[in-house]
Nanobody, 118 residues
Framework: QVQLVESGGGSVQAGGSLRLSCAAS????????MGWFRQAPGKEREFVAS???????TYYADSVKGRFTISRDAAKNTVYLQMNLKPEDTAVYYC????????????WGQGTQVTVSS
């Protein structure tokens, strides 16, 4: 069974850093693009960043540009999110897979909590 497992969340002070990982498992896993999303308490889930697995093309939400970096290790089916954090980044972070161009993200991880104190 294909699944995504996030890790690397935790609690840090403002100005600190965390690196999230998202590992895909399953013999038949494939992805066109991988993304990171987040959901803060009482708010809608929002897009954070994405990366195309073949080309490495990246795209970021304006709120994280210059502070977050998404990367991938295609051989390991793993994506990363390096974050330099502010308190407003506090949320549960999810990774997700877009199987093919033009379709929605169809596979989601269970999420990992990131808490940033001021």
């Amino acid at each position: 069974q294909v699944q995504l497992v996030e890790s690397g969340g935790g609690s840090v002070q403002a100005g600190g850093s965390l690196r999230l990982s998202c590992a895909a498992s399953g013999r038949t896993f494939s992805a066109y693009r991988m993304g990171w999303f987040r959901q803060a308490p009482g708010k809608e889930r929002e897009f954070v960043a994405s990366i195309t697995m073949t080309s490495g093309f990246t795209y970021y939400a304006d709120s994280v540009k210059g502070r977050f970096t998404i990367s991938r290790d295609a051989a390991k089916n793993t994506v990363y999110l390096q974050m330099n954090l502010k308190p407003e980044d506090t949320a549960v972070y999810y990774c997700a897979r877009q199987r093919s161009y033009g379709i929605t993200f169809d596979l989601w991880g269970q999420g990992t909590q990131v808490t940033v104190s001021s």
